[in-house]
């Protein structure tokens, strides 16, 4: 059996949704036996000690290069993998230069479906490598079906080279402690309040500054003693606290900014609702979270969203301010159907698995290497 490289450089920085895909991986692989003689993770700089396991056999190498992320993928990891492993890229794009066998993981087609989303550079730098990741490699894996028959579409690819593993949710988002949930509350300053909750980065798509607008609305019909924590980062620079205070509800309003992966399963706990208005998901990981934390869940009927939620939240047709609005009081005065919300998505949260999503991936990677 030949051997297997990852690239990991996700994980030298802020870890969000593909990084934790990484770690979670890294770690399930740890406690397997795995095909693969040697398993090598390749990174510009040493990963943090908290984003690996704690004890594994994997080898590290570092082939440091200054300079954008794109040079180090394209050109310094091609020169440090061995061209007879086979390369597993998590992160959307196959090294330019690289000779050997490489299976990629692009979680949705967002660029192609939704490109009034992005900024035209982003678009011109994007889709061609994305494109041609997906043609290049010997299988393309995605989060979901639905990213599945995206990604066929935009990209040309048959049906038997992308392969659908849904992601996981960790146990430490199950049955959080009371104790936990109660420092969570006092440390984000909400401690006797109605909790309606976002997680995740602050893009176009995810119609934050309409939930923003959507609470005012649901403090003006309601006078309801709530607060609406917005947890990620605002990388557009979307004005949301400016927003706030033009519709008065700027007391009520909490923006943490991103979160450390310790305290986010106490706060899913800790609050009332999640709501999740997003045009368009690979897959959705926040919603599975906090579902798995018996949190009662709003989003939207589309994409990967409709395939994750599954009859386990409360679905609207698009983001409007009227609609959240509503969504919201419904779950603040039906005690009644939040907890069966709450109910049905910790049950569907229980579809999702790390340990599947690792033993599923693995046999693809051996499957490649194999020449199958």
């Known amino acids: 059996m030949t051997g297997l490289g990852v690239d990991v450089e996700r994980l030298t920085g802020r870890r969000t949704g593909v990084a934790r895909y990484i770690s979670a991986l890294l770690r399930e692989w740890a406690q397997m036996e795995l095909p693969f003689d040697q398993v090598t993770l390749y990174s510009p700089s040493r990963p943090p000690d908290d984003a690996l396991p704690e004890a594994h056999s994997y080898a590290l190498s570092v082939p440091g290069a200054p300079g954008p992320r794109a040079a180090w993928a394209h050109w310094t990891l091609a020169r440090a993998a061995r061209a007879e492993d086979v390369l597993f890229c998590p992160s959307y794009v196959v090294p330019l230069a690289y000779g ?9 087609a ?5 490109p009034e989303a992005f900024p035209r550079r982003s678009l011109w730098t994007r889709r061609p490598l994305y494109r041609r990741s997906a043609r290049r490699a010997k299988l393309v894996l995605t989060d979901s079906l639905s990213s599945k028959r995206d990604i066929e579409r935009a990209y040309g690819v048959t049906d038997e ?7 996981g949710v960790g146990d ?20 006797t309040s109605e909790v309606v909750l976002f997680v995740g980065k602050f893009s176009r798509r995810r119609n934050v500054p309409t939930l923003v607008r959507a609470f005012a609305e649901l403090r003006r019909a309601h006078d309801v003693d709530a607060l609406l924590v917005l947890a990620g980062d605002d990388y557009l620079g979307l004005e949301l606290v400016e927003l706030a205070r033009e519709l008065g509800i700027a007391d009520s309003v909490r923006i943490p900014g991103h979160v450390p992966d310790s305290d986010l399963p106490g706060l899913y706990a800790a609050a009332t609702m999640f709501a999740y208005p997003s045009d368009y998901e690979g897959f959705g990981l926040p919603v599975v979270e906090a579902m798995a934390a018996g949190t009662a869940v709003i989003t939207l009927d589309n994409s990967a969203l409709r395939e994750v939620a599954d009859g386990a939240a409360l679905v609207l047709p698009e983001a409007t301010v009227a609609g959240l609005a509503e969504a919201m009081w419904r779950l603040v005065d039906d005690t009644d159907l939040r907890q069966e919300l ?12 790390w340990p599947e999503t690792a033993r599923k991936t693995i046999t693809a990677l051996a499957r490649v290497a194999a020449g199958d």
């Open 161 to 167: 080279r992308v392969l659908a593993i849904p992601l």
């Open 100 to 108: 050997g066998p490489t299976v990629v993981t692009i979680h949705d």
């Open 110 to 114: 967002i660029h192609e479906v939704m």
């Open 342 to 353: 709450a109910r049905r998505g910790e049950a569907r949260s229980r579809s999702f698995s």
């Open 172 to 191: 430490q988002f199950r049955n959080v402690a009371d104790e936990e949930q109660a420092r969570i509350r006092e440390g984000y300053g909400f401690a």
